[in-house]
C-alpha cells in the first residue's frame, strides 16, 4: 500500500504564491509518476499538473505559467509550486501518484484566495 500525504496549503492574497508538498511512503512501485489535481466546492476534481518518471511536466491550460510542478525521485516527493494566485485557484489540491499496479491518492490539502 502507498500514502501520500500533502501539505502546504493556506490562506494567501490574490496575485501571491504557496508551495504544495507530496510526501509517498509505503510500497512504491517504479516508475511511478505524479499528478495534482483540485476540486472546489460544487464541481468536479480536475486536473492541474502531471510529472513523469523521466520530470517531464504538462499543465492544466488554467495553470500552465504560474503553476510549476517538480520531484524528487530519491525522497519520492512531488512539490507544486504556486505563483499568481487567483480567485479561481481556491480548492482542495490532492495528490495522485500513479503507477503500472495502482493508482494512489492523498487526503487533500486546502488553498484558499482571499484578500
Known amino acids: 500500500q502507498v500514502q501520500l500525504v500533502e501539505s502546504g496549503g493556506g490562506l494567501v492574497q490574490p496575485g501571491g504564491s504557496l508551495r504544495l508538498s507530496c510526501a509517498a511512503s509505503?510500497?512504491?512501485?517504479?516508475?511511478?509518476?505524479m499528478c495534482w489535481y483540485r476540486q472546489a466546492p460544487g464541481k468536479q476534481r480536475e486536473f492541474v499538473a502531471r510529472?513523469?518518471?523521466?520530470?517531464?511536466?504538462n499543465y492544466a491550460d488554467s495553470v500552465r505559467g504560474r503553476l510549476t510542478m517538480s520531484r524528487d525521485s530519491a525522497r519520492n516527493t512531488g512539490d507544486l509550486q504556486m505563483n499568481s494566485l487567483k480567485p479561481e485557484d481556491p480548492a482542495v489540491y490532492y495528490c495522485?501518484?500513479?503507477?503500472?499496479?495502482?493508482?494512489?491518492w492523498g487526503q487533500g490539502t486546502q488553498v484558499t484566495v482571499s484578500s
Open positions: 495522485n501518484l500513479y503507477s503500472s499496479i495502482g493508482d494512489y
Open positions: 510529472i513523469t518518471t523521466g520530470a517531464n511536466t
Open positions: 509505503g510500497s512504491i512501485f517504479r516508475p511511478y509518476g
